[in-house]
């Protein structure tokens, strides 16, 4: 007997070979570039950004962190974190990581977006 979910896999299948469902296309490495960011405390990460862009905040164009970077981010983020509610956020932050693999790269997303400052690596402001 069929079930419920192998129908509705067949008819998403279908659909999309009628081309009524376009699935999205994933961006590839060619669609990112290594950058700087700052992030709330002031520390510089190293991350890349999506090539085309006209927005610098995080909720609207995210900034992927790198292994060391995202390592970096959550060392101060989690420091001297001791209450409930702190270890509450804590917990959500952590859950929010998402890995992105971009060619041989691999990307870190946190929550729906970090609010950031692009700069130099030295911490300077873009022009």
């Given at each position: 007997?069929?079930?419920?979910?192998?129908?509705?896999?067949?008819?998403?299948?279908?659909?999309?070979?009628?081309?009524?469902i376009?699935?999205?296309?994933?961006?590839?490495?060619?669609?990112?570039?290594r950058g700087?960011?700052?992030?709330?405390?002031?520390?510089?990460?190293?991350?890349?950004?999506?090539?085309?862009?006209?927005?610098?905040?995080?909720?609207?164009?995210?900034?992927?962190?790198?292994?060391?970077?995202?390592?970096?981010?959550?060392?101060?983020?989690?420091?001297?974190?001791?209450?409930?509610?702190?270890?509450?956020?804590?917990?959500?932050?952590?859950?929010?990581?998402?890995?992105?693999?971009?060619?041989?790269?691999?990307?870190?997303?946190?929550?729906?977006?970090?609010?950031?400052?692009?700069?130099?690596?030295?911490?300077?402001?873009?022009?």
């Amino acid at each position: 007997m069929i079930t419920h979910n192998e129908i509705m896999q067949l008819r998403i299948k279908r659909m999309r070979e009628l081309g009524w469902i376009v699935d999205p296309v994933k961006p590839t490495i060619a669609d990112i570039e290594r950058g700087y960011c700052q992030i709330e405390d002031g520390a510089v990460y190293e991350c890349y950004f999506p090539k085309q862009r006209t927005f610098w905040n995080g909720w609207a164009c995210p900034a992927g962190l790198t292994a060391k970077s995202l390592c970096d981010f959550l060392a101060v983020s989690l420091q001297g974190r001791s209450s409930e509610v702190d270890l509450e956020l804590c917990v959500d932050l952590l859950t929010s990581i998402v890995p992105q693999q971009y060619g041989d790269i691999t990307l870190y997303d946190i929550g729906d977006g970090l609010i950031w400052d692009e700069c130099t690596a030295e911490g300077g402001n873009i022009l």
